[in-house]
């Protein structure tokens, strides 16, 4: 899982502020290298909360003398500054990799040495392996140092089920296997109890997510969901829940080959209990679990590096409630700035701009409509998700909650996701949409706020990208900062605090232009036996430009 760290802007022009999910967090386990041999199974998704980091300058002193100095996590200035240096030289003074506090969070990632030596690379280039790696040098996974293959493809070839393992793998002793019934209230509540316990935080410790019943329902039950994917271990004696891994299924388009994979996620161990070693138990039991499914790809993301990421996708965040934020610390009031020009600086008009020209929300009745917009928008991303009828309408409707919006917050109880359509007037055509979903953070120890309310950039589409040089006579551009920019609105209508995205599918047009920050935190996007190209995330490729090669959004 990521955090981002988030920084507000210097002055009133600026937009350099960050809040939630880009960083490195402590996720439930982390997957590591040396921690986890035989391990065979997909890392988990990871995204998690995020606050604010200043940069400090800091004398400049030899490179030598730094790297000789080196312990722990401490990054001197001069090797972030020597990095910084290769990166513009290697990619240009524009790449958003060419930033101190980006390249702050790789190194700690990496080998600090091997870096600075030009043994190891960033932006793409000369990459080798960070670190041993010996779990992941056993499995069917990209290794640094191959070469690009010609074709995409399947690393290992599937098995027939009477090959796969038939029995579960042992756990220490003391615990045992459970298969959660997620359409227990029961259940489900001992899941959302032990992830928002125990699951991402970020560095400080002072911001944890807050799952809820409504949103685990959402994501871990899309059409095709299998109750053998979500996987707990239970203590033997009492049958508390103490660890918990899912995955949920995917049908996922990687260039132009089409994949029936598994999205594995929410990876979690109680923290009591890390020294158990139980996460490379459960990797390898939801591993076995989709393999008797015959299901042998995956999709994952992690904040940390491991061989090899296909993506690396960088967090943008919009600041909506700045008092609040400042007060929790989850962003700051920069030099030259007072709170009062803050809240100028990110005031939000106070309807939607579109609601003059068809803006409302999304219906059962657009789910034919939405579908055939996405598919034809989403044709122009390198790795995305086909959705079908039955999983629109899943995505996109099924967690808008019951009844009427509360007054005091501006949402329906229960409501996990929005999402907008944009009726044409006239002919009735559904011209756009645009959707977000929410996952609120607990704010530790905070004698006022006990929680940072975060909404997510999820899908959306314009028809204005079919036009011919949408691109070029800057169409699509104006249209995704009107469509994402009403969608800030209906955001802090709903009483939100901060608005994320990724730089991923179109949004590098419009993140600058809608005040969102970079932040410091890095998602890498991964596949599990799976061989392809590097896909643009964060930076560009020979064929696509940044953010275009990525149109896969993980809760």
């Known amino acids: 899982m990521t955090t981002s760290k988030v920084k507000a802007p210097e002055n009133a022009d600026s937009s350099e502020e960050q809040p939630i999910t880009g960083a490195e967090p402590e996720a439930g386990?982390?997957?590591?290298?040396e921690s986890e041999p035989e391990v065979q199974a997909a890392a988990?998704?990871?995204?998690?909360?995020?606050?604010?980091?200043?940069?400090?300058?800091?004398?400049?002193?030899?490179?030598?003398?730094?790297?000789?100095a080196l312990k722990g996590d401490t990054v001197p200035q001069a090797v972030v500054d020597q990095v910084v240096a290769k990166v513009k030289e290697e990619?240009?003074?524009?790449?958003?990799?060419?930033?101190?506090?980006?390249?702050?969070?790789?190194?700690?990632?990496?080998k600090l040495k091997d870096v600075a030596e030009g043994k190891a690379g960033l932006g793409g280039k000369n990459k080798k392996d960070t670190g041993d790696h010996k779990f992941w040098a056993t499995q069917p996974v990209p290794h640094y140092g191959d070469e690009a293959p010609e074709e995409d493809g399947y690393i290992e070839p599937s098995k027939p089920r009477e090959e796969v393992r038939q029995d579960p793998y042992p756990l220490p002793k003391d615990f045992e296997w459970s298969i959660l019934d997620i359409t227990e209230?029961?259940?489900?509540?001992?899941?959302?109890e032990l992830l928002s316990a125990n699951y991402v935080e970020d560095d400080q410790a002072a911001f944890r997510f807050r799952y809820t019943a409504e949103f685990l329902e959402w994501a871990l039950k899309p059409p095709g969901w299998q109750k053998e994917w979500h996987i707990g271990v239970r203590v033997s004696s009492n049958k508390k829940l103490v660890a918990f891994i899912s995955g949920v299924p995917i049908h996922l388009r990687?260039?132009?080959k089409d994949l029936r994979a598994v999205e594995i996620n929410y990876l979690c161990v109680h923290k009591k209990l890390r020294s158990?070693?139980?996460?490379?138990?459960?990797?390898?039991?939801?591993?076995?679990?989709?393999?008797l499914k015959g299901i042998f790809q995956a999709i994952y993301t992690a904040g940390v590096v491991i061989p090899t990421p296909i993506s690396t996708c960088r967090y943008y965040h919009r600041t909506l409630n700045v008092p609040k934020l400042v007060d929790v610390k989850f962003t700051y009031v920069p030099r030259n700035m007072t709170i009062a020009r803050m809240i100028r600086h990110?005031?939000?008009?106070?309807?939607?701009?579109?609601?003059?020209?068809?803006?409302?929300?999304?219906?059962?009745?657009?789910?034919?409509?939405?579908?055939?917009?996405?598919?034809?928008?989403?044709e122009r991303f390198d790795m995305i998700p086909l959705l079908e009828g039955e999983d629109v309408r899943h995505q996109f409707l099924s967690g808008r909650g019951a009844g009427e919006r509360e007054a005091s917050t501006g949402r329906r109880p229960g409501q996990v996701v929005w999402t907008y359509v944009v009726e044409n007037p006239q002919t009735h055509a559904i011209s756009d949409f645009f959707s977000f979903y929410t996952l609120p953070s607990t704010v530790v120890s905070h004698p006022r706020y006990n929680i940072l309310e975060a909404a997510y950039l999820?899908?959306?589409a314009s028809d204005a990208a079919f036009a011919e040089n949408a691109d070029d006579l800057g169409l699509l551009k104006r249209r995704l900062s009107e469509l994402v920019g009403d969608a800030i609105i209906v955001a802090e209508q709903a009483k939100f605090d901060v608005f994320n995205a990724l730089t991923l599918m179109d949004n590098l047009l419009f993140l600058q232009e809608l005040k969102f920050g970079s932040g410091d935190g890095l998602l890498n996007f991964y596949l599990y036996n799976w061989r392809s190209k590097a896909l643009a995330g964060m930076n560009e490729t020979e064929d696509r430009s940044a953010g275009r090669g990525v149109g896969v959004v993980m809760l």
């Open 276 to 291: 158990k070693r139980l996460a490379p138990v459960l990797i390898k039991e939801i591993t076995r679990q989709c393999h």
């Open 185 to 192: 209230p029961a259940q489900l509540k001992e899941v959302y």
């Open 458 to 460: 999820y899908y959306y």
């Open 44 to 68: 988990p998704s990871e995204s998690g909360p995020s606050r604010p980091s200043k940069k400090k300058k800091k004398k400049r002193s030899k490179v030598a003398r730094a790297i000789s």
């Open 91 to 110: 990619h240009g003074e524009s790449s958003p990799a060419a930033d101190e506090e980006t390249v702050r969070q790789l190194l700690r990632q990496l």
């Open 254 to 256: 990687v260039r132009k």
């Open 29 to 33: 386990d982390e997957l590591s290298s």
């Open 346 to 378: 990110f005031k939000v008009p106070s309807s939607p701009a579109l609601s003059r020209t068809g803006l409302r929300e999304m219906e059962e009745r657009d789910v034919s409509a939405v579908t055939e917009l996405y598919r034809r928008y989403m």
